[in-house]
């Protein structure tokens, strides 16, 4: 069992930043965020391979968001930059056992292969 419990988030105004934070008690090959808006699916965010930190990120976040690991704190954080009122959601945490052989970016920020999840941690951005 691995258990994810996100902080950092809040309200913040357009273009403005917000860290989150990912405390976990145990890695997965891969870790994750995750978001979901109101009435929408929930989307892979970025994700990050523990073995050599490589990462991945979906479009819409591409050079605004930056995930990292602090090995030290056992956290996962998403750096958030360049905020948009489209980043409205409730995010989460979560973590894969997926072997890296068999991971691609889709794959990675798709909800299939993640076997724990936080409570999420909203996240609300002004315009």
């Known amino acids: 069992q691995v258990q994810l419990v996100e902080s950092g988030g809040g309200s913040v105004q357009a273009g403005g930043s917000l860290r989150l934070s990912c405390a976990a008690s145990?890695?997965?090959?891969?870790m994750g965020w995750f978001r979901q808006a109101p009435g929408k699916e929930r989307e892979g965010v970025a994700a990050?391979?523990?073995?050599?930190?490589?990462?991945y990120y979906d479009d819409s976040v591409k050079g605004r968001f930056t995930i990292s690991l602090d090995n030290a704190k056992k956290t996962v954080n998403l750096q958030m930059n360049s905020l948009k009122a489209e980043d409205t959601a409730v995010y989460y945490c979560?973590?894969?056992?997926?072997?890296?052989?068999?991971?691609?970016?889709?794959?990675?920020?798709?909800?299939?292969?993640?076997?724990?999840w936080g409570q999420g941690t909203q996240v609300t951005v002004s315009s």
């Open positions: 990050i391979f523990i073995g050599n930190g490589a990462t």
């Open positions: 979560a973590a894969s056992g997926l072997q890296y052989g068999l991971a691609t970016p889709s794959r990675l920020l798709s909800r299939r292969d993640y076997n724990f």
């Open positions: 145990g890695y997965r090959n891969f």
